[in-house]
């Protein structure tokens, strides 16, 4: 891959679908086995040679900032780019437009895949296009954008979140492309524009070259709390091609387990947790730093973040606790989503499917 292939990353959506996660913790900063979803799409990157990227930003820009700082940390160089108000997908690409002046890669920042970036950009030259479109099948396509080509992959027509019916494909824009600097020219400037809505259906009208290039690996958008959750069970159970765990049980530093404690399946532990007499542990479970569980606590199938505190004999079953939350004695969540800094006071059995705001304090059931 040549060095000059940058990329720019779509990262300043409100994750709105999955906002009682993201009220205080932008998307791409929302953790995945403990570690912000967006150093996996940078890995990823990086793994290409792709070392040159813009983060095209709007929605609490500053946590990335602090965390990735320029990337000589994580093996790249990065640039952070505001807008003064959200531009759209394309917008947002041509508001970094004096960066990008060779073939290009443009990804949605809420994506969890291993597309073969190398072989999509040579894909992309042999079939002189100006625009491909990595494609993947789904079975709900209906809550994307939806591709339909010819024969040779070459674009017939765009379907934004279709109707049912509407449609004779599964196959759904993976959100990431490749485009010639030349496409900068067709978004017009200091203007909301969409690739999906506007610039990429407006290509086909003039008949530009728009391509596909599908792909058949692992593919997830995290955008809501059911696929965020379903992702730690892919993660966890070894579905996605290149993300094997080492170890079914991994223990941060500084953590106290108590010796009658029991784990099984695959667990994921964060630093100075600690975990008292009797803690049941059913995988997978992921739980973050400075996490306290007290004793007979149970979690299956869960994420727990940041500095939750679980007192005596609650449980926590396919639920998604966000940081610094603290669950009463003998309090249980199901099919749950907490926000930051809710409590759930002692004796709460939350209704199955219970979404708290951040800060929330749920009280009875
Ligand atoms: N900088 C910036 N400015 N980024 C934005 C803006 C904006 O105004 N609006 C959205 N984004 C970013 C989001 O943060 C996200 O990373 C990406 O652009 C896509 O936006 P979503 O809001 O997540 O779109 P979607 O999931 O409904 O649909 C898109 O992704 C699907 C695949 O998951 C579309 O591209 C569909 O066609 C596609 O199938
Ligand atoms: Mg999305």
């Known amino acids: 891959m040549k060095d000059k292939v940058k990329a720019v990353i779509l990262v300043g959506g409100h994750g709105t679908r999955l906002r009682r996660l993201t009220y205080n913790t932008p998307k791409p900063m929302v953790p995945v086995l403990n570690m912000p979803f967006l150093e996996y799409v940078i890995r990823n990157l990086r793994g290409h040679n792709i070392l040159d990227i813009i983060l095209a930003q709007y929605y609490l820009a500053e946590s990335m900032e602090n965390y990735f700082g320029d990337g000589s940390k994580f093996g790249v160089k990065l640039r952070y780019v505001m807008e003064g108000s959200p531009r759209g997908t394309a917008g947002a690409v041509k508001n970094v437009e004096k960066y990008l002046d060779d073939t290009f890669l443009v990804l949605n920042g809420d994506i969890f895949h291993n597309c073969d970036f190398t072989n999509m950009v040579k894909f992309h030259h042999r079939h002189r296009a100006k625009a491909t479109i990595a494609l993947t099948p789904v079975e709900d396509p209906t809550i994307y954008g939806v591709v339909e080509t010819d024969r040779r992959g070459k674009v017939k027509h765009f379907f934004e979140k279709p109707e049912p019916g509407e449609v004779s494909t599964n196959m759904i824009n993976a959100g990431t492309y490749v485009l010639e600097p030349e496409v900068l020219q067709w978004i017009p400037p200091d203007t909301k524009y969409s690739f999906e809505r506007e610039l990429f259906p407006q290509m086909l009208t003039d008949d530009k070259p728009v391509y596909t290039y599908s792909f058949h690996n692992y593919w997830m958008d995290m955008g809501t709390a059911e696929k965020y959750l379903q992702l730690h069970r892919d993660l966890l159970s070894d579905k996605c091609d290149n993300h094997s765990l080492e170890k079914d049980v991994i223990i941060g530093d500084k953590c ?110």
């Open 256 to 365: 106290n387990i108590h010796s009658s404690a029991q784990f099984s399946g695959s667990v994921i532990i964060g630093d100075n947790c600690t975990f008292g007499r009797g803690v049941r542990l059913a995988g997978p479970v992921v739980i973050g730093p400075n996490c306290a569980i007290m004793e007979d606590a149970v979690i299956a199938d869960s994420v727990v973040w940041d500095n939750v505190t679980m007192n005596t004999r609650a449980v926590i079953k396919s639920s998604v606790v966000a940081n610094n939350c603290i669950l009463g004695s003998d309090s249980y969540l199901v099919d749950a989503v907490l926000g930051d800094h809710v409590t759930v006071d002692e004796g709460c059995k939350l209704k199955p499917g219970a979404r708290i705001l951040p800060g929330g304090t749920v009280k009875d059931t």
